[in-house]
Nanobody
Framework: QVQLVESGGGLVHTGGSLRLSCAAFGNIGSIEAMAWSRQVPGKERELVAIMLSSNSTHYADSVKGRFTISRDNAKNTVYLQMSSLKPEDTAVYYC?????????WGQGTQVTVSS
């Protein structure tokens, strides 16, 4: 089983930057991919970025060129660097760990971008 703990959310002005962190605990070796997803109340959840075990990355069109997913294996931590933030990026951001047994989700961290 994998446990994920996010941090780094907060309030930022349009055009600003934030870095989210996701620390993984438990059966780290079972993780096949790590991702960031976000949810706005009343809207469908959106997969924002994903990093596979091969280190290949993929991004939603809405964040491409502005967000970067990375990881520090020594710290068992995945990051989401967010730049040029827009009000439409406001959401609860979740870290997701994908294993053969399914997905593990963190508790979420709120990101609010003021206009």
């Amino acid at each position: 089983q994998v446990q994920l703990v996010e941090s780094g959310g907060g309030l930022v002005h349009t055009g600003g930057s934030l870095r989210l962190s996701c620390a993984a605990f438990g059966n780290i070796g079972s993780i096949e991919a790590m991702a960031w997803s976000r949810q706005v109340p009343g809207k469908e959840r959106e997969l924002v970025a994903i990093m596979l075990s091969s280190n290949s990355t993929h991004y939603a069109d809405s964040v491409k060129g502005r967000f970067t997913i990375s990881r520090d294996n020594a710290k068992n931590t995945v990051y989401l660097q967010m730049s040029s933030l827009k009000p439409e990026d406001t959401a609860v951001y979740y870290c997701v760990g994908r294993t053969a047994d399914g997905d593990s989700w963190g508790q979420g961290t709120q990101v609010t971008v003021s206009s």
